[in-house]
């Protein structure tokens, strides 16, 4: 895996691949795979670098409400791992041996028994084709590694809650790919929504959350929520990330100077 560390350093832990967890014992790795206690997210890790597999272990466990399952350094691995743990959570690396991370999140976004599972892909790739290829094959979120460890227990905790995040440069870069070479809008478009589910929609693309999409709309946060799953139902999308790229696709999201601020 190419990319350099998550940097920053959190109240959780310091920047990937450097510093132990605060509170965290040093010695001895945990086992993968073991189980997590209690109603804490479950988060399955593929990487092909055990030091970054690690340290996301260690960010991960140090956070309150989160747990590491287990751990994949193959896509392979990632897919057969997923389907025995049945994750919440699945951080996935994009270039792995035996499988990339791409076809991996294809096979589990299209496996029946994982469609509770959201894969969040951390990338420092500047080639977008990776970073649309896995939005095509149902990544719920996208982060780049230098993000802040904090900002990646928030992408976690954000994309288990539905939420699925978009690193804004990422999402500047789609709307881009959108723009320069349009692609034909695949499934039902806007002509089946209401005008206010195509506002919550056109936000969606611009990648507000919920609560930002309830403030500009001055709507409640559960009439968000509950537009927003009118969404999924009437474009058949599986999650929040597909509801993105129908925005794109049906025009909605158009150049940065249409955007809000």
């Not at 988060?43 to 996301?56: E, F, G, K, N, T």
């Not at 996208?142 to 699925?164: I, M, Q, W």
């Amino acid at each position: 895996m190419s990319g350099g560390p998550l940097g920053g350093g959190p109240p959780t832990g310091e920047a990937l691949g450097g510093g132990p967890v605060a509170g965290e014992p040093i010695g001895g790795e945990p086992v993968a795979g073991a189980p997590v206690a209690g109603d804490r997210i479950r988060v399955l890790v593929a990487d092909d670098q055990p030091l970054i597999r690690h340290s996301l272990r260690m960010i991960i466990d140090g956070a309150p409400g989160l747990g590491v399952v287990g751990e994949a350094g193959t896509g392979g691995d990632a897919f057969e791992r997923a389907v025995e743990l049945r994750p919440d959570i699945m951080l996935m690396d994009i270039r792995m041996p035996g499988g990339d991370g791409i076809e991996a999140t294809r096979r589990i976004t299209g496996h029946p028994g994982l469609a509770a599972t959201r894969v969040l892909v951390l990338s420092m790739f500047e080639l977008d084709e990776y970073v649309r290829a896995a939005l095509g094959a149902g990544a719920s979120g996208f982060l780049l590694k230098d993000a802040e460890p904090a900002r990646l227990v928030d992408a976690v905790a954000r994309t288990h809650a539905g939420e699925s995040l978009f690193a804004p440069d990422i999402l500047t870069r789609l709307v881009t790919h959108y723009l320069e070479r349009p692609a034909p809008p695949t499934g039902p478009g806007p002509r089946v929504l209401t005008g206010r589910e195509t506002e919550v929609l056109t936000l969606v693309g611009r990648g507000l959350s919920n609560q930002d999409i309830a403030a500009a709309l001055t709507i409640s946060l559960g009439t968000v929520k509950t537009h927003i799953g009118n969404l999924l139902a009437k474009l058949h999308a599986r999650d929040r990330a597909q509801l993105v790229i129908a925005a794109y696709e049906h025009g909605l999201v158009r150049a940065r100077s249409d955007r809000g601020p």
